[in-house]
Nanobody
């Protein structure tokens, strides 16, 4: 059974940084694309960043471009999201996801496995 476990969320002041981690177990995803999404209460889950499976090509939502960095450690089967210059609008639950495919995609329905989410709260 595939499990994705996020960690690294928490409370930070505006302008601060957090690093989210997502470790996968039950299957090796070295050739799979991985992504980070976020979802605020009452809103649809939205794409944040994604990284392709083999080459490691990255894509970002406009709202986080230049502030967030996604990376992947295939040896550890882990994907990271480094979040800098955080602002209160970044406050929400963040989810990691894996798709059975190499291409980095940006839609929720294109991913096959999901973590349980980790809360990020940015105070003003």
């Amino acid at each position: 059974q595939v499990q994705l476990l996020e960690s690294g969320g928490g409370l930070v002041q505006a302008g601060g940084s957090l690093r989210l981690s997502c470790a996968s177990s039950g299957r090796t995803f070295s050739s799979s694309a991985m992504g980070w999404f976020r979802q605020a209460p009452g809103k649809e889950r939205e794409y944040v960043a994604a990284i392709s499976g083999v080459v490691g090509y990255t894509v970002y939502a406009d709202s986080v471009k230049g502030r967030f960095t996604i990376s992947k450690d295939n040896a550890k089967n882990t994907v990271y999201l480094q979040m800098n210059s955080l602002n209160p609008e970044d406050t929400t639950v963040y989810y990691c996801a894996v798709r059975i495919g190499q291409d980095a995609r940006t839609k929720v329905g294109q991913y096959d496995y999901w973590g349980q989410g980790t809360q990020v709260t940015v105070s003003s």
